[in-house]
Each structure stands twice: as C-alpha cells, then as structure tokens.
C-alpha cells in the first residue's frame, strides 16, 4: 500500500482496537496484520500494473528503444573484455608471498592494527614518499611504478586511456538510455523502489553490470609497530591519464611518432571533434539529434598504424555501429 495509507494505517488500527476490545493481545494482532498485509498487498498492485493495457502498450512503444540500449551493452562489454587497463607495477614486497609472518609478541604488546599490503599496485615506502605523493602524483606515479619515459610506455598509456575513454562514453551513454527508457515508461515509484530488476526484465532491457575498471595506484606508510599509518591513492582516470601523457610527450619530444600522435587524444580534443561535426556521425549521418542518446566516438581517418595524425583535419565523429565496422574492416 503506498507509504503514507501504511503510515496512518499501522498508527490509528491499533490504537481503535486497543480501545474498542482494551486487549493488548489484539492491539499486537492488529499490528502484526498490518505489517503483513502491506507487502501482500504491493504485490497484488505489482500485478496489476505489469498486467494492465497501458503498460503493455509503453512496453511496445519501447521496443525499438530498447533493443538498441541492449545492443549498446553488448558493445560496452566487448570494449570491456577486449580492452586493457594495467600500466606498471611497484617491486616493493613482489616476493612477499614465498615468506610467512607472526607476530609473536605478548598480547600487551601486539599493535597490529595497520598491516602493510603488499601487491602491484601498491607502494610501501617512508612518510615523506606517501606526502610528496599526494602533492605530486603524476612524479611519484612514474617514479616508483616503472612509467618510463619512453615510446613503449607512452603507447601503453594511450592504449589504457583511450579504453578508459571509450568505455566512459559507453557506460554513461547506457545510463541516459537506461533513464530516458524510465522516464518514457513513468512507471510508479513504489514498482522502480521494490521491484527494479523486474521492471527492467519486464521491459526487456538488459542491464549492464559494467564500470569503469580504474586502476589506482597506492602509496602505503605503515610504523614499524603497526600503530599509525597514512595512504596516498591515484586514480588513473581519464584526467590523471590527460595528465601522465602530457608529462610522457614533454619529456620524450617525438610529437610524429604513432604513440605521440595519442597522446594528442586528450577528452578536450573529443570534446571538441564532436561539437565541430555537430554530434552527427560522418558515415550514416545518425545526429543525437534524432537519437538524443546516441553513443559517438572520435575516429582518426586516416589510421594512426598507417601515418594518420591526431589533428582536427584527421579526425571525424563516427556513430559506435560504424567505428567498429570500421575497426573490423581495417584489422581484417
């Protein structure tokens, strides 16, 4: 029942059967009945609403919506699967495994409440390190987890940021359908609160567990007794990776190079592309405009691989169906 009738409901019942029967057995019933009867009844409503005529006929009105939001998943979960998201790794504790640890102590003196964790993406190091760190991530990032200045790494860089970037686009273009579907749909707030997964296999849609695979970076200080500790992490997001390029391409200066050429693809540059060719893809002509959640990316017409340049007169807006036909034709 909606929430404010179950409010006044489990408020006045009672108190009209405490004072009409002066039980407190019946007053506990009363209660009880109606905590009972509220989820009996949302679910009678539930029926209702998925059975009735105007559901159906919105669930049809959303066919096509819907079946290119799921075609849509799929490509984000291809990007998902085919792309890469690691970079370098500390060597701090990378043979930590092959030893065992005890603290044998008297339990007076046992203080273990910060513990070092030791992985590759993790950094164990002095104070100072952990403070600088966060004063300057992108210099204690290449310093102590192996980002050489060099072409390969620079590549390695790009090719992360351009997944990261490409599966921004896709993750946050399936959450505009996902509430654009919603909002056409405008089914109760009590079916969306309760019955969410239902709604959505009602409708047909299906929703992608996909996220943005960030990889974070950590700097670790933990005492020698275990009593203090402090953590300095770097998210490399599609800003800090902006950021890493930038600083790779001052130091390296090789501007032509395939891996230079990416490191030009910066998210303002994307942005930019795609107001200039007026969010409308250059091969089928599809706008957002006639599909306000269209998933577009930037395309370089002349491939990287085969001399093309990361400038304006190289790069186009592609709609995602024709850049992956696109990309299929030229790794066939």
């Known amino acids: 029942m909606p929430t404010a009738i179950f409010v006044v409901t489990l408020i006045l019942l009672p108190i009209i059967v405490a004072n009409a029967t002066n039980s407190w057995i019946a007053t506990v019933v009363s209660i009880i009945a109606v905590l009972l009867a509220n989820p009996i009844i949302r679910s009678i409503r539930k029926n209702r609403y998925f059975n009735s005529e105007l559901f159906q006929d919105l669930k049809q009105q ?61 950094h164990n190091t002095s104070l100072q390190v952990v403070r600088n760190a966060s004063t300057d991530p992108i210099k204690y990032v290449m310093k102590y987890f192996g980002v050489k200045a060099d072409k390969e790494t620079l590549a390695d860089v790009q090719r992360v940021a351009e997944d990261i970037s490409r599966l921004e686009n896709a993750v946050q273009n399936i959450h505009e359908r996902e509430q654009s579907i919603t909002l056409a749909i405008n089914p109760p707030a009590f079916i969306l609160k309760h019955y969410s997964d239902e709604f959505w296999g009602q409708v047909g849609v299906h929703l992608s567990p996909v996220t943005v695979p960030y990889p974070e970076y950590k700097f670790q200080y ?111």
């Open 62 to 122: 959303s066919e096509n919506v819907v079946a290119e939001h799921n075609a849509v998943v799929e490509y984000v979960n291809e990007i998902r699967s085919n792309g890469s998201f690691e970079l370098g790794q500390s060597s701090s504790g990378q043979h930590s495994h092959l030893a065992s640890f005890e603290n044998t102590s008297s339990w007076n003196y046992k203080r273990d409440r910060h513990q070092a964790e030791h992985a590759p993406h993790v």
């Open 222 to 332: 933990t005492s020698a007794g275990g009593n203090s500790g402090q953590t300095t992490r770097v998210e490399l997001n599609s800003q800090t990776l902006d950021a890493l390029s930038a600083t790779l391409t001052e130091k390296i200066r090789w501007a032509k190079s395939a891996a230079g050429q990416r490191s030009l693809m910066t998210s303002r540059l994307r942005s930019q592309i795609k107001e200039r060719d007026n969010y409308t893809c250059q091969q089928c002509s599809i706008s957002t405009t006639h599909e306000p959640h269209l998933l577009l990316e930037i395309d370089h017409i002349m491939p990287i691989s085969k001399g093309g340049l990361s400038v304006p007169e190289n790069l186009q807006v592609l709609c995602w169906r024709c850049n992956r036909s696109k990309g299929a034709k030229y790794s066939s």
